[in-house]
């Protein structure tokens, strides 16, 4: 008898697929081809990295009665342990050249390919391939087609990304209490990364963000050798990979006594989070909730230093929808989960950005995050 989470998983899987068949034949589409790595994932398990953007582990391929995964060798046993829904096919000479065997087989006449993953260079080949072989395919361009259910959240997802937030805040609050002047940015990363992998993460969720005094105004600074020194802010911004699934969080803290200036624009942070947490809900958009938050720092007299979205969505991928910014026309439904991360940034002193992710209820958001906000002075 199989594992109960392998069930469960089943279950889970065979869901996704039947969502991803009712949309594509809405299109007309007869076979989907699915090569994002993150999709790739979400609707086989198969856990495969594609490495660089023209690289790849696998793709997959869906109809009304077949699924197929294809890769090479390096991923067979892999993708055969991990995707037991689908028939693993195992390609010698690259995918293009594998295409017209498996497409024939599938009797593909619209083949659906995800246009933000496949580059031109490979559309083409793609494309040529077809016309010089008897294939009668036609090649259908899709956008968000998986993304629109990735969108929102089930249960496993949110536990699973609660999990690597809990995980992601111990380690936190652990580098957090060694902290002294004269520490470099790029120690105290290193130190944050190398804790992160001893708790049994699956990785991280992107490289971790510390950048102190006027480097923290740059909202993605790059660690470096700059020694952090006392009454400065230190920003932090980093996040745990479980279970594929990302967490993302910032914090900034001082050593010693903060002066005015920090004081202010902390606060002012702070309360524009407050705030924005407060105003979500469903059939609110992502622009209105971005809006609370901006007005709010506006008005305490920091207009323009606020220079990036409110906050965006987490899953599998790190940056995904739905997205709270100005440009945003989203609506908020229940389930969809997004970081909320306002921040000012002034140049040549510094920047503040404090950062939770919610879950989106029918009442509101959940704050996933058991991290506060209040202990942001580390004494020495």
């Keep these: 008898m199989p594992p109960v989470w392998k069930t469960d998983m089943k279950k889970i899987l065979d869901i996704r697929i039947q969502n991803v068949r009712e949309k594509i034949a809405v299109d007309d589409i007869d076979t989907f081809m699915v090569s994002t790595q993150e999709n790739r994932r979400y609707l086989s398990g198969f856990t495969g990295e594609d490495g660089q953007y023209d690289e790849t582990a696998g793709v ?3 109809t009304a009665d077949d699924l197929k995964l294809a890769t090479d060798g390096r991923y067979t046993l892999q993708a055969t342990e991990e995707s037991p829904n689908y028939d693993v096919i195992t390609y010698d000479k690259g995918l293009t050249p594998a295409l017209p065997e498996i497409l024939n087989d599938l009797k593909a006449r619209r083949l659906g390919f995800e246009a933000e993953r496949l580059s031109f260079s490979q559309y083409e080949k793609i494309r040529d391939l077809i016309q010089t072989t008897e294939l009668k395919i036609e090649l259908v361009a899709t956008t968000d087609l998986v993304e629109s259910l990735r969108i929102v959240k089930d249960k496993t997802e949110i536990d699973h990304t609660r999990q690597a937030l809990r995980m992601a805040e111990t380690v936190f609050s652990d580098v957090v209490r060694t902290l002294r002047p004269g520490m470099t940015e790029q120690a105290i990363a290193w130190e944050m990364e190398k804790r992160l992998r ?10 971790v963000i510390v950048a102190s005094g006027p480097n923290s105004a ?6 470096g050798n700059r020694r952090v020194n006392p009454s400065e802010p230190i920003l932090f911004d980093w996040g745990a990979r479980w279970q594929g699934y990302c967490s993302d969080t910032s914090r900034t803290v001082i050593l010693g006594e903060p002066d005015d200036t920090f004081l202010s624009v902390y606060q002012s942070v702070r309360e524009a989070q407050e705030m924005a947490i407060a105003a979500i809900k469903p059939e609110m958009s992502g622009q209105s909730v971005d809006a609370v938050a901006r007005r709010h720092i506006e008005a305490a007299g920091f207009a323009g230093k606020f220079n990036h979205g409110l906050g965006h ?3 599998l991928a790190i940056h995904e929808k739905p997205r709270l910014s100005p440009t945003s026309d989203t609506v908020l439904t ?10 000012i940034y002034l140049p040549g002193w510094g920047g503040v950005r404090l950062e939770n992710q919610v879950v989106v209820t029918n009442n509101g958001a959940e704050v996933l995050n058991r991290l506060g906000l209040d202990d942001y002075v580390i004494r020495l």
């Excluded at 001893?198 to 490289?207: I, Y």
């Excluded at 740059?218 to 660690?223: L, N």
């Excluded at 229940?334 to 921040?343: N, Q, S, Y």
């Design 198 to 207: 001893e708790t049994g993460v699956d990785g991280l969720a992107f490289p």
């Design 313 to 315: 969505g987490t899953g």
């Design 218 to 223: 740059r909202p993605h600074a790059i660690p």
């Design 60 to 62: 997959l391929f869906i």
């Design 334 to 343: 229940a389930g969809m989960l997004c970081t909320v991360e306002p921040g």
